[in-house]
């Protein structure tokens, strides 16, 4: 049974900073991409980044390059995503996901395991 746990989550003003970060267990975690979704209020899940099996490949969404970077520690089963000049508009509950494959991906319908998300505030 695979297991997503994240933390790291909370309230920032804008500008700030966050590090998330999710701890998986369950299966060999090298095998897999890996992956961040947030969902504000009243909104639709998007996708926020992903990071291939070996953290040599990484993809954002458009809202996100140049603020948040993605990384990956196999040795120690957890993914990060380094959030940088928060903007009010980043609010939302932000889920890990691991990928059925090794390379990155931006649809949602290619992740089969979550985490039960952490809520990111950021203030104006």
């Known amino acids: 049974q695979v297991q997503l746990v994240e933390s790291g989550g909370g309230l920032v003003q804008a500008g700030g900073s966050l590090r998330l970060s999710c701890a998986a267990s369950g299966r060999t975690f090298s095998h897999y991409a890996m992956g961040w979704f947030r969902q504000a209020p009243g909104k639709e899940r998007e996708f926020v980044a992903a990071i291939n099996w070996s953290g040599g490949a990484t993809y954002y969404r458009d809202s996100v390059k140049g603020r948040f970077t993605i990384s990956r520690d196999n040795a120690k089963n957890t993914v990060h995503l380094q959030m940088n000049s928060l903007k009010p508009e980043d609010t939302a509950v932000y889920y890990c996901?691991?990928?059925?494959?090794?390379?990155?991906?931006?649809?949602?319908?290619?992740?089969?395991?979550w985490g039960q998300g952490t809520q990111v505030t950021v203030s104006s």
């Open positions: 996901a691991q990928c059925y494959y090794s390379g990155t991906s931006s649809h949602d319908y290619e992740y089969d395991y």
